[in-house]
């Protein structure tokens, strides 16, 4: 779990929705492994962590959901009154993070419900992206959704995303404007 947290969070460290919740960069950057390391945790448990290597090290990640209940127990991974994350980030950056993530949470639930596999991170480090690495994370997750057959939901904070989801299948709900940061939800039927 500790490659798959130190690779979403370099991957994310420029994101939107962190840059808005958690401004100061060096707070970002101690902050991102450990609320990545519990979306790993949860995908653990309740669906799967996916890692792609290259020569030997691990250089991608695709963190899976496979339940109906809830997108991710947010208030277990990024709790404000969390020690840690009120001694890296400040109280205040810690209710702002929440506050993004239940909005997530309730927009996920607005989009579907039901059966389905939710990608809760797709994430490839700086230097190895636009090599397919994220193709194949992403195509071996569809593949499992499909054989289940199951539709598969994510948000995206990066326009340039949109794309990129759509040539897989995936449709954009809508653009949505939520504290502070836009984001896309996006659904792939089943099948594709």
């Known amino acids: 779990m500790g490659a798959a947290a130190r690779i979403a969070a370099a991957a994310f460290v420029d994101d939107p929705l962190f840059v808005h919740t958690v401004p100061d960069l ?7 492994p450990l609320v990545f390391g519990g979306i790993a945790r949860e995908c653990l448990r309740d669906g799967s962590v996916d890692l792609v290597e ?3 090290a691990p250089v991608g990640v695709a963190l899976w959901l496979d339940r109906a209940d809830s997108p991710v127990r947010w208030r277990d991974i990024v709790d404000p009154t969390n020690l840690k994350i009120a001694t890296i980030a400040g109280v205040r950056a810690g209710l702002a993070l929440m506050a993004a993530q239940n909005a997530l949470v309730a927009l996920h639930r607005q989009v579907i419900d039901g059966p389905q596999r939710y990608l809760a991170t797709l ?3 700086p230097t190895h992206q636009g090599r397919g690495v994220a193709s194949e994370l992403l195509d071996r997750g569809l593949a499992i959704a499909d054989e289940r057959e199951l539709p598969v939901y994510l948000e995206t904070n990066l326009e340039r995303n949109v794309d990129i ?4 299948g995936f449709i954009p709900v809508r653009r949505v ?3 502070g940061f836009i984001t896309w939800p996006m ?3 089943v099948g594709g």
């Open 123 to 125: 994430a490839v480090l």
């Open 165 to 168: 989801y759509r040539r897989k």
């Open 54 to 56: 290259r020569d030997g």
């Open 177 to 179: 404007e939520e504290h």
């Open 187 to 189: 659904l792939r039927p």
């Open 26 to 32: 060096t707070a970002r950057t101690s902050l991102l």
